[in-house]
């Protein structure tokens, strides 16, 4: 199972939207599996966006998720300092998970 | 509040045997599934594989079968992460990650997220 593209960076000024995007198959990103994290470096990975569009308890309205096809994309609005970090998508299928390989989100 | 608590850094030799723990505590450990998940230094995140804890099941990634083996005592709410013969392209940050029961209005199933992690336990492995 190979893993998901996402763009390896990906840059926003304070205030702006950053979409990041995630590219997979019909086999993985083609069902609604899809999650997201955050990583600040040096710690764990956050939960940021389950099942394509769900926001858990606690995650800041201003990240949104959303797929088109086999494409999922997550998109930060109002960007923040702390926004800084890296950022992956996962998908499951077939009781077996595949990540992407990550985007550096750089706030400027 | 749930918590996935790791066990300590680990410095090993190629060849050696390590296994490494996250205890879980703040909810039943039967009531979820945990996942291991490994970056190797300044990469990106890799799913290696995940037990129901309840009967021991377990799945694991293609590129990690055969070369890890994961585990889990419900006495001490502990999930493992074995390996019998390390190997230098095994240094690394493992993390655990819990999968938890998710319900809705018109059933209960095992989320395909990850919504807790531990905090990771650093693997390194030199002659």
């Known amino acids: 199972q190979s893993a998901l593209t996402q763009p390896a960076s990906v840059s926003g000024s304070p205030g702006q939207s950053i979409t990041i995007s995630c590219t997979g198959t019909s086999s993985d990103v083609g069902y609604n599996y899809v999650s997201w994290y955050q990583q600040h470096p040096g710690k764990a990975p956050k939960l940021m966006i389950y099942?394509?569009?769900n926001r858990p308890s606690g995650v800041s309205i201003r990240f949104s998720g959303s797929k088109s096809g086999n494409t999922a994309s997550l998109t930060i609005s109002r960007l923040q300092p702390e926004d800084e970090a890296d950022y992956y998508c996962s998908s499951y299928t077939s009781d077996t998970w595949v990540f992407g390989g990550g985007t550096k989100l750089t706030v400027l | 509040e749930v918590q996935l608590v790791q066990s300590g850094a680990e410095i090993m030799k190629p060849g050696e045997s390590l296994r490494i723990s996250c205890k879980v505590s703040g909810d039943s450990f039967i009531s979820y599934w945990i996942s291991w998940v490994r970056q190797m230094p300044g990469k990106g995140l890799e799913w290696m594989g995940r037990?129901?804890?309840?009967?021991?099941?377990?799945t694991y990634s293609p590129s990690f079968e055969g070369h890890v083996t994961i585990s889990a005592d419900k006495s001490v709410n502990t999930a493992y992460l074995q390996w019998n013969s390390l190997k230098a392209s095994d240094t690394a940050l493992y993390y655990c990650a819990r999968h938890p029961v998710h319900c809705t209005t018109t059933t209960c199933y095992y989320s395909n997220w990850f919504d807790s992690w531990g905090q990771g336990t650093r693997v390194s492995v030199s002659s």
């Open positions: 037990i129901d804890p309840s009967d021991s099941y377990t």
């Open positions: 099942e394509v569009i």
